[in-house]
Every structure is written in structure tokens, then in C-alpha cells.
């Protein structure tokens, strides 16, 4: 089990950039996923981008290039950058971690660890 926490959250205009953070606690597994998802007002949570132990990227087709997901394994960190943000990005934004990944990158409930959540709003 990890701790996460999630930073880098805040209010944007549409066009706007944001790069949320996602600290781990602890690292060294040797089969994993990590993962961002976010749950928009009225909405399920859904799969934004993960990346896995093999470095392989995943990402939601809507974002359509706008997001990239990346890790600093020296310092235990998952990372976002979005660029061109829309108002429909607006969400609470997750981390989450997959330590024995089978895949399934989009399946939330393959994921036991989860941080908080960081605020993104995008207005028009």
C-alpha cells in the first residue's frame, strides 16, 4: 500500500496549462500502474492517463494530445501536464496506484490505493 497526494490543482481559463503532482510515499514495486482519473460535477469518475511499470502510456481518446502523464521515479512523483484546457476538463482530479497491474488501466476499481483528490477549474 502507497500514500498518495495529489497537488497542483487550481482555476484556469480555457487555453490554459496546469501540471498536477502526485507524490508517493514509497516506491520499488516492480509491477505496476499508476494513473490519473477525475469525476466531473454529476458525473462517474473516469480514466484520464496511467502509465505502468514499463514506462507504456495510456490516455482517455477525448484528450485527443492535450494531456501527458509522466513520472519522476527518483522522486517518487507522478506527474500531469495539460495544455488547452476546456471547461469540460473541470473536475476533481485523482492519482491512483495499481500495484500488481493487470492492464486495465481504465478500470478504477483495479486500483487500491488512491490520494485525495486536487480541484482543476476551467472557465470560459
Known amino acids: 500500500q502507497v500514500h498518495l497526494v495529489e497537488s497542483g490543482g487550481g482555476s484556469v481559463q480555457a487555453g490554459g496549462s496546469l501540471r498536477l503532482s502526485c507524490a508517493l510515499s514509497?516506491?520499488?514495486?516492480?509491477?505496476?500502474?499508476m494513473a490519473w482519473f477525475r469525476q466531473a460535477p454529476g458525473k462517474e469518475r473516469e480514466g484520464v492517463a496511467a502509465?505502468?511499470?514499463?514506462?507504456?502510456?495510456n490516455y482517455a481518446e477525448y484528450l485527443q494530445g492535450r494531456f501527458a502523464i509522466s513520472q519522476d521515479v527518483d522522486k517518487n512523483t507522478l506527474y500531469l501536464s495539460m495544455d488547452n484546457l476546456k471547461p469540460e476538463d473541470t473536475g476533481m482530479y485523482y492519482c491512483a496506484a495499481d500495484l500488481d497491474d493487470n492492464g486495465r488501466w481504465w478500470e478504477e476499481n483495479d486500483f487500491g490505493d488512491w490520494g485525495q483528490g486536487t480541484q482543476v477549474t476551467v472557465s470560459s
Open positions: 514509497e516506491s520499488g514495486y516492480d509491477n505496476y500502474c
Open positions: 502509465i505502468d511499470s514499463n514506462g507504456k502510456r
